[in-house]
């Protein structure tokens, strides 16, 4: 089954920037799309950002301009490079396929924008 873990995350000041990284196992990687997620406390889990097999890339309208998602298919690892970071973005940040709702989530990786 496929299995998702995250890493990277960190404390950081507001404006600063971040690289997180989601290693993926259990699938054929690069024929899978994949998605990053955040969720901050009190709320609900929301798409940022994903990349499909044919590399297109969407991205939420908060984190466009800022944030982006590549993929490296020789490492079965999808990355988030995130600009800018704001405090109200601090959350913890989970990788999955958004084709694969049913799959488990990972243990996600912590990000807090703080002065």
């Known amino acids: 089954q496929v299995q998702f873990v995250e890493s990277g995350g960190g404390l950081v000041q507001p404006g600063e920037s971040l690289e997180l990284s989601c290693t993926v196992s259990?699938?054929?990687?690069?024929?899978?799309?994949l998605a990053w997620y955040r969720q901050a406390p009190g709320k609900e889990r929301e798409l940022v950002a994903l990349?499909?097999?044919?590399?297109?890339?969407h991205y939420a309208n908060s984190v466009k301009g800022r944030f982006t998602i590549t993929r490296d298919n020789t490492k079965d690892t999808v990355y988030l490079k995130m600009d800018s970071l704001k405090p109200e973005e601090t959350a913890v940040y989970f990788c999955?396929?958004?084709?694969?709702?049913?799959?488990?989530w990972g243990q996600g990786t912590q990000v807090i924008v703080s002065a």
């Open positions: 259990g699938s054929l990687f690069g024929t899978i799309g």
């Open positions: 999955h396929d958004p084709s694969e709702p049913k799959a488990a």
């Open positions: 990349t499909t097999p044919g590399l297109v890339t």
